[in-house]
């Protein structure tokens, strides 16, 4: 699933992120890259634990926690901290896969990768290209949203950063583990949260007995023997 969750990030905040992350120091990002994916990227990142990154990882953390769209779509059991990264002057980060395992730096925990996130700090009209171009069976997503929005994608799938040629790209990024492992069956279990969330909320809009029929008919083809 390739999920937009909109205003995840106040105006204010991102506001307030923007500032930090203009006095911030930046690295070379491919510190944080794997062997294979050092080779395509090509971007700054806010060094690892810095006071910067933590104070915006922890705004982060924070608005996901009260963030029923994202609750709801991601399960998430662990959240690896958020990393920053920036392009500009034609940097890009070539297709690749992340890493399905990573470990929480300078702690002993790991967390195993079942979705990405980009949250986007700056909007569509302050640079040119950078768009996240995700890579399914029904072809190339390209995904740019608005300051404060993220796209959330299962870390399965190829990915890349298009070249930023115009201004720059500042977002976050990180991953999540899911208590559900499997992409399909979250997939069933958000679709059927938002079937009961559309009924409780006392709509009654055809669509909603299709998403349900669907659900039914996705399960009995996981579970039928024929
Ligand atoms: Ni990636």
Known sequence: MLLPIPDVLT???VLRARQILDEAEWV???VTAGHQSSRAKDNMQLSEGSPAARELGGMILAALEQNALFISAALPARVFPPLFNRYQGGQAFG????NAIRQVTGTPHRIRTDLSATLFYTGPDEYEGGELVVEDTYGTHNVKLPAGHLILYPSTSLHHV???TRGARIASFFWIQSMIRDDGERTLLF???VAIQRINGG???PSTAVQLTGIYHNLL???ADV
């Open 191 to 193: 679709d059927l949260d």
């Open 11 to 13: 105006a204010d905040q």
């Open 28 to 30: 070379d990002g491919r």
């Open 203 to 205: 709509g009654n809009d």
């Open 162 to 164: 298009r070249p930023v």
């Open 95 to 98: 297709t690749h896969v992340d």
């Open 221 to 223: 083809r996981r579970w």
